[in-house]
């Protein structure tokens, strides 16, 4: 479209152009006629015809040879120039040729308004060079045309490759693969958007991988925990049905009373444990400054009947007054810490409970002289429902949670725990905290 009006208005301009000279040649050619008539009248010639017929001839000879044809008609009679019939085949090619005529027609100047010139201008070369220029536009335009929607495709192909390796991406991720990514060098606008996506999808992907983590954990949670409370249920609904069904002795029923008792206190302590686990995940801890008597003396009430019970001594010793942390929960880690202790001592063995400064920090220690862990129950321990010896944990009612919250504890504290043991030399386990002196 754009090229039709720029040949229509060129068409416009070069048929303007030729008006303009065609006006300026045509009065030229007049006002010379005029001048020679005047100059035939002073000299006292007769203005007949034949010398209206000379004189214009002359010029319409030298202005033939530019492609100019002067008419001159008196009141409308044609004198110049003169008719000479013609064959047929003239008239045609004199009828093709007036299509590519310009005419213009003016009066003399007075006295000779009675004269008028006609002034013919052949404009065939500018009908030919618009022509010509027609057919190059044509010609460009099947040349060019191709070519530039061919580069308009190439150049769309370009500019939306980045969203084509977006949507590909995308469609990956969306059906499950979250390592996928935007491979992309580019600085503009669709580079940004990128780095941005695959931003997007590395959080996506951590975000899956932490929720499939926790899945896993509460599913191996709970597969334990119905494995640990299988037991001991069957055998509490064993002991039941014989008090309700059996007709057994007042020892007898002692017994299955205190085997009841004692399973349900240990489910008691498996419920706790494990709602402290899940506690210490969530909730924040604040830390105030904890007396260390004082949390021995918690310790020492707690454990002492079950310590000595076991045939073991229990022993106590400080050299700070207190440390940094929460009371609760450092009891709670000492308590554990003990009942993890005394499956694997001998009676007559001695639980150690100490606490001391080391490098500017306050340790809370327990050890012990039984059996030990070798290397690789040593790196299990704090795994939960982890048990180093099973039949032995299961006598003693041990879940293998103790030294998970233990673990669970010191990462609430921000503190470290360390675990140094050796077959047949006993195990010490030592918190690190912030002491405060």
């Known amino acids: ?28 050619i007049t006002n010379s006629i005029y001048e020679n008539l005047e100059s035939n009248r002073f000299r006292g010639m007769s203005l007949n015809p034949e010398l209206l017929v000379n004189v214009t001839q002359s010029y319409g000879q030298h202005y033939r040879k530019q492609g100019i044809e002067l008419e001159l008609r008196e009141n409308g009679r044609l004198l110049y120039p003169i008719e000479d019939g013609g064959s047929p085949g003239q008239e045609e090619t004199r009828s093709a040729q007036e299509e590519h005529i310009m005419t213009l027609a003016m009066p003399l100047p007075a006295p000779y308004q009675h004269l008028e010139l006609a002034y013919n201008r052949d404009i065939s070369g500018l009908y030919a060079q618009q022509q010509e220029l027609n057919r190059f536009f044509v010609m460009i335009n099947w040349i060019v045309g191709p070519t530039l929607v061919v580069l308009l495709y190439l150049l769309i192909r370009h500019l939306t490759k980045p969203l084509k390796l977006l949507s590909e991406t995308t469609k990956t991720i969306a059906e499950g693969d979250y390592s996928n990514r935007v491979e992309l060098n580019s600085r503009d606008e669709f580079g940004e958007l990128a780095v941005n996506f695959n931003r997007m999808a590395s959080v996506i992907e951590q975000r899956i991988t932490d929720l499939a983590g926790m899945a896993e954990d509460k599913q191996r949670m709970v597969d334990n925990l119905a494995h640990e409370l299988r037991t001991p249920l069957t055998s509490m609904q ?43 995940r969530h909730q924040p801890l604040v830390l105030a400054e904890v007396d260390v008597a004082s949390l021995f003396d918690i310790v020492a009430q707690t454990e002492q009947q079950r310590v000595t019970d076991n045939g073991l001594l229990l022993e106590m010793d400080s050299s700070i007054p207190a440390v940094w942390g929460d009371a609760d929960l450092l009891a709670a880690l000492l308590v554990n ?22 490098d500017g920090e306050g340790v809370l220690e327990v050890q012990d002289s039984g059996s030990g862990m070798t290397e690789e129950q040593s790196r299990r321990a704090f795994e939960p429902f982890y048990r180093a010896d099973p039949s032995r944990s299961r006598a003693y009612g041990h879940a293998g949670l103790g030294l998970s919250l233990c673990r669970q504890i010191a990462e609430a504290h921000q503190a470290r725990i360390e675990l140094l043991s050796a077959p047949g030399e006993g195990t010490r386990i030592r918190l690190f905290l912030s002491s405060a002196l």
């Not at 068409?11 to 000279?21: C, G, P, V, Y």
């Not at 020892?251 to 706790?272: C, M, P, W």
């Open 1 to 28: 479209m754009s090229v039709v009006m720029v040949l229509k208005k060129s068409w416009q301009l070069n048929m303007a152009s030729e008006r303009k000279r065609a006006a300026s040649e045509q009065l030229l």
């Open 238 to 280: 064993g002991f039941a049905e014989l008090l309700t069904t059996a007709n057994i002795d007042q020892e007898d029923q002692v017994k299955a009373g205190h085997y009841i008792l004692s399973e349900t206190v240990r489910l008691k302590n498996l419920a706790f444990k494990l709602l402290d686990l899940s506690v210490l």
């Open 337 to 358: 810490l003990i009942e993890n202790a005394i499956p694997v001592s001998r009676p007559g063995q001695t639980i150690c409970v100490l606490a001391y400064q080391q």
